[in-house]
């Protein structure tokens, strides 16, 4: 197969109160807005290359309105429509802003996936452009402000089906996975379409509402930088909700707060580059560090909640024993 996807290119997210959370963007992540349609606010870290990397929108409540992919090609965007049909699913083709043909299907596990070729690359009005020739921006004053964005964590009922069908239909590699300590039950893995060590991850949604996201990620270029947006955060009132620390599977420095919607949101950086085509994915236990590479602290409960919020108690829990159906609900508690 040819290659069909190239990167991350934006998320579109709702909030129930845009104004709050271009607010909050602009102010405490370091992003610019960009555009206002309809409704809809664009936004761009410093560093991207394209128009924009992320859209508002207005919503009852937190979710993921699509994650969009540049293809590697016009030839690569029409094969992956042909496949995504051929697996049975059908999308639509849209004019998307500032991009124009972008093909926008719902995967089979509810999730909401633009792909585009087309790109208006970003031409930065003189007074922030850099003296550098290959930045499309000068670099933002905002202390710790993110590059560009970097991935996206969703929510689906079968961890191991999602990615296998991401892999099978567009082409991404499977990086890892992580199974229980208690009991064989995938509960979170990662893909890619480049060499970062992941641009999509999954993890396990036991609730009953399909295509759910759990966090989007930015990315900044140092170690140093993320512990300095730590800082600058708590400093503002943003709490940490999970790190500083580092990431056993990828071996990113993370960190994870929550803008006003209550959407959650990652900063990144570092982790290893993987040019092997032909991976095999290895299997983590939470024991082992697939979450913190230390394997000294626990994630919170709290970084279990997917957005939109569950409705329900979850389908996927009937049948579980009771000894693990606490670890069910928090996947990435340290066991042992
Ligand atoms: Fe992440």
Known sequence: MIKLLSHLSYVAITSPDVEASVEFYKTQVGLTEVDRVDGAVYLRCWGDYYSYSLVVLPGDEA???????????????????????AAG????????HKIGRAYR??????????LHWDVTRHRAEPAVASIYPDR??????VAGAPRQLDHVTVAASDVDGFAQWYRDVLGFRIMARTELDEAPISVFSVLTTNEKSHDLGVVLDGSSRAGRVNHYAFWVDTREELLI????????????????????????????YREPSSMRIELNTGGYRNYVPDWEPQTWK?????????????MPMSMTESF?????????????????????????????
């Open 136 to 141: 499309p921006e000068k670099r933002s004053h």
């Open 105 to 114: 299907f719902v995967g089979p596990y509810g999730h909401d996936m633009t």
């Open 308 to 336: 939109p919020a569950a409705d329900g108690p979850s389908a996927t829990e009937e049948g579980v024993p009771d000894e693990i159906k606490d670890a069910l609900l928090n996947p990435y508690t340290q066991h042992g």
């Open 63 to 85: 979710t993921l309105a699509t994650m969009a992919w540049r293809t590697s090609s016009a030839e690569a965007l029409d094969k992956a429509v042909q496949q995504i049909e």
């Open 229 to 256: 947006a730590a800082d600058v955060l708590m400093e503002r009132g943003t709490g940490m909700e999970y790190g500083p620390s580092i990431h056993g599977i990828g071996e990113q420095s993370f960190l994870y």
């Open 286 to 298: 939470p024991s082992l560090g697939s979450s913190n590479l230390y394997r000294n602290g626990a």
């Open 89 to 96: 699913v059908t999308g639509e083709w849209i004019d998307a």
